[in-house]
């Protein structure tokens, strides 16, 4: 993934930018309810901004794609059923290329239930682009009635931050790759950071052990940008504030060994790195006892009331700004 150059402007991240825009041509776009109703989420990869040849293959690139897509539709509160796939290709590329990228498509079908509808291929200037349309309809995964309020609690599944990692040590190879003329990667140690960068899943199993426990999520979003700017954009949509926990937050020691070699804090990856594709849900307070017993999922924070903002309670117990990342889109 190309890097984004970033700007100090406080709170202006890519969702802010979003809701910006939306706000300005309100006329014409749907929004809330409205916009929940029509199951659809659509996700464009482009090759040097989004990903890499020198190091993604081909059938992981597929395989990313469609998670990258269907991510939307789960955090609609649907099931995501069809897929409608684009592709762009240089003249690089060759018929195989492409029937392997398919076949990255296909073992994700088969493994979140999915069907193609239909597939376009078309020339691009500009290297390799994947378009992905994902279509879905309402699940049994969740309360559609319900909406958070300022005590629900907040839990994530699973680990934050490895993906951001993965893409580090992926870069830093990369780069020397081109500079050598052909070193091999020195990766050993980190396959599940860059597991988590080449080949992510979203942790749908957690859905029959909350129908199990008879737990009803109020709230739930895929976290594709950092838990940060995904919170900061769920609290937004229902009108709450929110506080996290520093010490609540998980990430895997492997997770911790990689940042050490940047300089990057596992805090930072976990909240601003984005592509985890974890679940963040947030449940009524009295489901607490239920929610501290379930497996692969960890109670981070809660709702606030909007006037309390969006905050993160540090390990000595003062209250910092939480912040979405900045970028510039220039």
């Known amino acids: 993934m190309a890097k984004k150059e970033k700007k100090a402007e406080q709170g202006f991240g890519k969702y802010l930018l979003t809701q910006r825009i939306k706000e300005k041509f309100s ?32 059938k992981h690139l597929g395989y990313k794609s469609v998670i990258s897509a269907i ?6 509160r649907g099931k995501p059923e069809n897929l409608i796939v684009n592709i762009g290709m240089s003249t690089r590329y060759t018929v195989e290329d492409i029937e392997t990228i398919i ?64 893409l580090q040590l992926l870069e830093r190879e990369r780069r020397v790759f081109e500079e050598t003329g052909g070193a091999q990667p020195q990766l050993k140690g980190f396959e599940y950071v860059v597991g988590r960068q ?27 940008e950092g838990l940060a700017s995904d919170l900061i954009g769920l609290s937004k949509r229902y009108n709450l504030g929110c506080r996290l926990y ?4 998980p990430y895997l020691q492997e997770t911790v060994t990689a940042g050490n070699e940047f300089g990057i804090d596992p ?25 501290k017993e379930t497996e692969n999922l960890s109670i981070v924070g809660h709702f606030t009331c909007k006037d309390e903002g969006y905050s993160l309670s540090l390990q000595d117990g003062s209250q910092a700004e939480l912040k979405a990342q900045g970028w510039d889109g220039d």
Do not use: W
């Open 27 to 58: 006329n014409n776009f749907l929004t809330g309810d409205a916009s929940d109703k029509i199951l659809i989420s659509t996700s464009v990869l482009f090759e040097g901004v989004h990903f890499s040849m020198v190091y993604f293959p081909f």
């Open 71 to 76: 991510a939307g539709i789960y955090s609609k």
């Open 103 to 166: 076949e990255g498509i296909d073992y994700a079908c088969l493994n979140y239930d999915l069907k193609m509808a239909d597939l376009n291929i078309d020339s691009s200037l500009t290297g390799l682009t994947l378009s992905i349309t994902a279509t879905g309809s309402t699940g049994k995964n969740f309360n559609s009635v319900s909406v958070p309020t300022a005590t629900d609690l907040l839990c994530v599944t699973g680990d934050l931050g490895a993906a951001y990692m993965g």
């Open 198 to 224: 080449l080949k992510p899943e979203i942790q749908t199993d957690i859905f029959d052990e909350l129908r199990k426990q008879k737990i009803k999520p109020t709230s739930v979003r895929v976290l594709k």
């Open 246 to 249: 520093h010490d609540k937050i």
């Open 267 to 291: 805090l930072i990856s976990a909240l601003n790195g984005g592509e985890d594709y974890e679940l963040l849900l947030s449940f009524p307070v009295t489901d607490f006892e239920k929610l």
